[in-house]
């Protein structure tokens, strides 16, 4: 009983570790908690190994205790991109990827684009995107970095397929743009209560 709790306890850990802010529901939907009550319970009991804040519901971090735990030397801090991280995260969850890197870095011919992560399910690769607030003209500049990669066709000759791109918008509004500017590129767009 002891061994499995510890078990568990290391695994929220890891996860937050990996993940950076996780909210009570994602960590209950990734570790198959159960009831709400049963999460609330596990992470009240880890107490001094996490932080945490409210942003609509609790959001939950490693503590200096906790990186210690686990040998984590990654400091989080609350910032304007925690609801970002939340996002994409709630992109992890519900597509279950096989490979996931945040935050991925391709670089050709001089250019360089960061996706904000890429997974791999089975054999098929998807860039993601999270669209909070940016201009939409930051948008098409960053799909048109997308095309630009395609057409060089470097990605397909080391990977086979070109990835999809997955954006995850906030309103439809926002999302009928995005599908607009996206032309011929191979993407997916869905705004966050589609993921859930």
Do not use: C
Request: proline share 2%; aromatic share 10%; charged share 30%.
């Amino acid at each position: 009983m002891v061994q499995a709790k510890l078990t568990r306890w290391t695994e929220i850990l890891s996860s937050l570790d990996s993940h950076g802010f996780l909210t009570t529901s994602q960590i209950q939907r990734l570790h198959k908690l159960g009831g709400r009550r049963n999460t609330n319970r596990i992470l009240t009991d880890m107490g001094e190994l996490l932080s945490s804040f409210r942003e609509g519901e609790a959001v939950y971090y490693l503590s200096a205790r906790g990186r210690r735990e686990i040998g984590s030397q990654k400091i989080r801090r609350r910032t304007q991109l925690v609801q970002h991280t939340i996002m994409r995260n709630e992109v992890f969850i519900a597509r279950e990827p096989d490979m996931w890197k945040p935050e991925y870095s391709v670089k050709w011919e001089g250019n360089e684009l960061i996706a904000d992560a890429i997974y791999r399910k089975g054999m098929e690769y998807t860039f993601v995107e999270i669209d909070l607030t940016q201009s939409m003209k930051t948008n098409g500049e960053k799909l048109a970095s997308y095309r630009s990669l395609r057409d060089t066709g470097k990605w397909q000759a080391k990977y086979g397929d070109f990835p999809n791109v997955l954006y995850v918008t906030i309103s439809e509004y926002r999302k009928a743009k995005l599908i607009a500017a996206s032309g011929d590129l191979k993407t997916e767009v869905i705004t966050f209560s589609d993921l859930r």
